[in-house]
C-alpha cells in the first residue's frame, strides 16, 4: 500500500516474517522531508518494523512500535549520503532518536511522540556512544531553500541606515 510519494508499506515489513503494523504518520512525513531536504534520488529502508519475535528488537525498541526506520540516502549520482550526514538532517527536521549506524546507514524515530517515555536519545549503535549533544556541522544540503540576503539603504530623516534583508 502507498503510504507516500515515495514510501509503500511493503518497505517496512518485519524482515523475519514478513509481517507489519501501521507506521507512524509522523515518521512517513518526516522521510519525506528529508527526501526533499537532501533531493534524494532514494531512501532504501533497511529496518522498519520489527515484530516480537525478531532477534534485533528490544521490548522498548522503537521499530516494535512502528515508529522507527534504520535508512540509507542515495544521492542524484548514485552515491550515499554518510551516516553523519541523515543525523544531521535528521535532527533539523525533529527526530527525537537517531542512532548512527555503519557508514552510510542511521537509525531515525519519532520517540518525541506521547507513546515513548524516554524522548529523546542521540548516539552511535557502532560505539555504543549514548549522549551525543548534536549533530549539526553547518552543512548545506542541495535541497534545503536557501535564505538570499538583500543589501537595503534606507534614508530617513538625512540619517542612512544600512541592513540586511532576508528573503525566505
Ligand atoms: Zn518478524
Ligand atoms: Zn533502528
Not at 524482515?15 to 518526516?30: A, E, F, P, V, W
Not at 516480537?52 to 522498548?60: A, L, V
Not at 507513546?115 to 549514548?130: A, I, K
Amino acid at each position: 500500500m502507498k503510504l507516500s510519494e515515495h514510501f509503500d508499506s511493503s518497505e517496512f515489513v518485519c524482515k523475519c516474517c514478513g509481517k507489519s503494523i501501521t507506521m507512524s504518520k509522523l515518521l512517513i512525513d518526516r522521510l519525506e522531508k528529508m527526501h526533499s531536504y537532501m533531493d534524494a534520488k532514494a531512501i532504501y529502508i533497511n529496518s522498519g518494523y520489527r515484530c516480537p519475535n525478531n532477534q534485533y528488537g528490544t521490548k522498548t525498541d522503537a521499530h516494535r512500535l512502528g515508529l522507527a526506520a534504520d535508512i540509507r540516502v542515495q544521492k542524484q549520482d548514485g552515491t550515499y549520503y554518510t551516516a553523519q550526514d541523515i543525523a544531521e538532517v535528521a535532527e533539523r527536521i525533529g527526530f527525537g532518536g537517531i542512532g548512527l549506524m555503519l557508514p552510510e546507514s542511521c537509525h531515525v524515530d519519532t520517540r518525541d511522540s506521547e507513546q515513548y517515555s524516554n524522548n529523546h536519545w542521540f548516539g552511535n549503535e557502532t560505539t555504543g556512544e549514548n549522549w551525543i549533544k548534536t549533530f549539526q556541522r553547518g552543512t548545506v544540503f542541495p535541497g534545503e531553500k536557501v535564505k538570499v540576503k538583500k543589501k537595503i539603504t534606507l534614508i530617513i530623516d538625512d540619517h542612512t541606515y544600512t541592513g540586511l534583508l532576508e528573503e525566505m
